[in-house]
C-alpha cells in the first residue's frame, strides 16, 4: 500500500510560479521502483497526465507543459516535485499525485488532489 499527499496548490497570477510536492509513504519497494506523476483535470474534461518520472530520472512531459514545468524526485525522502512556471489561465485545475509501477498494471496510487488557480 502507498498513500501521497500533495501540497503546494493555491492561486496565483497569470505569468507566476507554483511547486507542487507529493510525499508518499508506505511501500518502500513500490515507492522507489514506481513512476510517479501528476495529472490534472479541469472542469468538464477528462484527466490528463502533465508530467512523470521514472524511478531513474527519465521523464515525460505534456506538449501543453513543456518549457515551463519541471518534475523532479528524491528517493532518499519518497517525494517528487513539481516546478511550474510561467503559469496560465488554461493550467488551471486540479492536480493529483500518482504512482504506479513500470509495467502499469501491477500498483496505481492516487492522493487526494490540490488546486492550482490562474485567473483568467
Known amino acids: 500500500q502507498v498513500r501521497l499527499a500533495e501540497s503546494g496548490g493555491g492561486l496565483v497570477q497569470p505569468g507566476g510560479s507554483l511547486r507542487l510536492s507529493c510525499a508518499a509513504s508506505?511501500?518502500?519497494?513500490?515507492?522507489?521502483?514506481?513512476?510517479m506523476g501528476w495529472y490534472r483535470q479541469a472542469p468538464g474534461k477528462q484527466r490528463e497526465l502533465v508530467a512523470a518520472?521514472?524511478?531513474?530520472?527519465?521523464?515525460n512531459y505534456a506538449d501543453s507543459v513543456k518549457g515551463r514545468f519541471t518534475i523532479s524526485r528524491v528517493n532518499a525522502n519518497n517525494t517528487n516535485y513539481l516546478q511550474m512556471n510561467g503559469l496560465k489561465p488554461e493550467d488551471t485545475a486540479v492536480y493529483y499525485c500518482?504512482?504506479?509501477?513500470?509495467?502499469?498494471?501491477?500498483?496505481?496510487?492516487w492522493g487526494q488532489g490540490t488546486q492550482v488557480t490562474v485567473p483568467s
Open positions: 508506505g511501500s518502500r519497494f513500490r515507492i522507489v521502483a514506481g513512476v
Open positions: 500518482n504512482i504506479h509501477s513500470p509495467s502499469g498494471d501491477a500498483y496505481d496510487y
Open positions: 518520472i521514472t524511478s531513474g530520472g527519465s521523464t
